[in-house]
T-cell receptor, first 115, second 112 residues
Framework: EAEVAQSPRYKITEKSQAVAFWCDPISGHATLYWYRQILGQGPELLVQ????????DSQLPKDRFSAERLKGVDSTLKIQPAELGDSAMYLC?????????????FGPGTRLTVT | GDSVTQMEGPVTLSEEAFLTINCTYT??????LFWYVQYPGEGLQLLLK???ADDKGSNKGFEATYRKETTSFHLEKGSVQVSDSAVYFC???????????WGAGTKLIIKP
């Protein structure tokens, strides 16, 4: 069964350092999502891509966060500089979209700890 | 705007007990409804879904029925196991942009 791949699974970084997360969606899924999840809360959408284009980045803190999906396949989320409040789980999800199908499939996540 | 409300947790049950986790929603139109499950330290997994009124989604012994008259999508299981311990999220779709609106999650603890 196809899965969404994410790496690394865990990342510890010091504040003010740069950090990057990678996501490879399920093959054929045009829509890719990056979420942030604080422990004990639901996921918060950071950015949504349709192919290589950003559909929604209204909740992305653009002063320090950036995301790209250059060839419309895999994607990278970057934080520079990292702050203590960025400690969270970063989840990537993908969906077919455009076919009346709304379900999203999630990767295992990257647990970020900023010290 | 559209929203999802779940019962607060944690919900603590003994093994083999009957489970209900309540979920109600507010939405315009006819959203699709979902239950996702998150085991400790992992990503979210789609548990079941329903796309129209009176549909019943089911998977792994879990069931939920899309009730438009009560705007509800309650999750049920007849006999829970310790391995069902996880956080359960209810969500609905937004027609226009393929985004999901999430409930706050309900932590389920099953004791042997």
């Amino acid at each position: 069964e196809a899965e969404v791949a994410q790496s690394p699974r865990y990342k510890i970084t010091e504040k003010s350092q740069a950090v990057a997360f990678w996501c490879d969606p399920i093959s054929g899924h045009a829509t890719l999502y990056w979420y942030r999840q604080i422990l004990g809360q639901g996921p918060e959408l950071l950015v949504q891509f349709q192919d290589e284009s950003v559909v929604d980045d209204s909740q992305l803190p653009k002063d320090r966060f950036s995301a790209e999906r250059l060839k419309g396949v895999d994607s990278t989320l970057k934080i520079q500089p990292a702050e203590l409040g960025d400690s969270a789980m970063y989840l990537c999800a993908s969906s077919r979209s455009g076919t009346g199908s709304y379900e999203q499939y999630f990767g295992p996540g990257t647990r970020l700890t900023v010290t | 705007g559209d929203s999802v409300t779940q019962m607060e947790g944690p919900v603590t049950l003994s093994e083999e007990a009957f489970l209900t986790i309540n979920c109600t929603y507010t939405a315009t139109g006819y959203p699709s409804l979902f239950w996702y499950v998150q085991y400790p330290g992992e990503g979210l997994q789609l548990l079941l879904k329903a796309t129209k009124a009176d549909d019943k989604g089911s998977n792994k012994g879990f069931e939920a029925t899309y009730r438009k008259e009560t705007t509800s999508f309650h999750l049920e299981k007849g006999s829970v196991q310790v391995s069902d311990s996880a956080v359960y999220f209810c969500a609905l779709s937004k027609d226009s942009n393929y985004q999901l609106i999430w409930g706050a999650g309900t932590k389920l603890i099953i004791k042997p």
